[in-house]
Nanobody
Framework: QVQLVESGGGLVQAGDSLRLSCAAS????????MGWFRRAPGKEREFVAT????????RYADSVKGRFTISRDNARNTVYLQMNSLKPEDTAAYYC????????????????WGQGTQVTVSS
């Protein structure tokens, strides 16, 4: 089990960038696959990106491909989401999650979740 705390959200304008961080505590962080999900008001939770334990395999939702980059630093027990060219439709609460399966888009395969950080993009 890991405890996850997201940070880095905020209010930005369309076209701006943000970097979200997710700090993990607990043992064996480096053995977990990590994912970012988001939930906009009135919508279901949506997959954003995932990275395997080593950082060598990443996957993205089509809606963010080419704009967002997921990365991790196992020495710092942290996973990042660099978000560039933000759009108003990226407005959501962003959550990081840890799980045992690399490459999963399915939130039910992730066992530990953070509390989320809000990202608001104005037009």
């Amino acid at each position: 089990q890991v405890q996850l705390v997201e940070s880095g959200g905020g209010l930005v304008q369309a076209g701006d960038s943000l970097r979200l961080s997710c700090a993990a505590s607990g043992r064996y962080f480096s053995s977990y696959a990590m994912g970012w999900f988001r939930r906009a008001p009135g919508k279901e939770r949506e997959f954003v990106a995932t990275i395997n334990w080593s950082g060598g395999i990443t996957r993205y939702a089509d809606s963010v491909k080419g704009r967002f980059t997921i990365s991790r630093d196992n020495a710092r027990n942290t996973v990042y989401l660099q978000m560039n060219s933000l759009k108003p439709e990226d407005t959501a609460a962003y959550y990081c999650a840890a799980g045992p399966y690399s490459g999963s888009y399915n939130p039910s395969t992730y066992t530990d979740w953070g509390q989320g950080t809000q990202v608001t993009v104005s037009s």
